[in-house]
């Protein structure tokens, strides 16, 4: 895989100490559409790193991603110890709720249910979107904000697909965890994040053509080899989201670097 120019330039002129690796979650966010389905983009704003490029919401860890999980077997299927694998899942829940307004959460006593118009009301509203803010903003924390609500997380509706690393040459590293989620019946999602240039819901095979880093690209390409949500969710059963996927640049004699993912 061919590395965009300035990805190129940074792995030439590296030398030294890699960056230390932080947590993180992308939430790929899927809604049906006919017989097939669509998922979610934003394109991030030019001030931002890799400002222009397409990506899925999601960000980095924070020491307060605490929610109490429903599934018990996030250790093993991310492949890290307790406190960090739910961690990484309430940063997921966390960030989906932060950049797009969608809350994967529920009544406490009402254990198949996800928040939507009709069951708290509608999330859009003043009062839930000040809340987003304050959670946005590092005020209020996923935890206080569901318990106030009298809500749990729901993260039986998270699916891992994938892990993957950032390449040793960046100054910015993580360790990132991508999901698929489907956008729940009731919620919309919105240009909430403010650091997004616009938003698209598409298909994969229309998403071809929109410019991404390779992790983002390669887990577009994998979506495309399926044709409902069904296929997709029992696909993500036997994906391995436990094993990183660790790109290794190769410098080319013509000034270029070509991308391994082997």
Known sequence: MTLPPAL?????EFTGTPAPVRDAATIVLLRPTGETFELYVLRRATTMAFGGLYAFPGGGVDPDDRPDPIRTDWPDRLGVPTERAHAVVGAAVRELFEETGVLLAGPLDEADRVVSEGVVGDISADDWEADRVAVAKRELTMTELLRRRNLRMRDDLLFPWA????????????????FVALLPEGQTARDVSGESEGTRWTGPAAAYGLAMLPPTRKTVDSLGAYEKIAEVITAASRRDAATPVMPRVELTDDGGALLHLD
């Open 8 to 12: 190129i330039k940074r792995a030439r």
């Open 163 to 178: 892990r993957w690393i950032t390449p040793e040459f960046e100054p910015k590293r993580y360790d990132t965890w991508f």
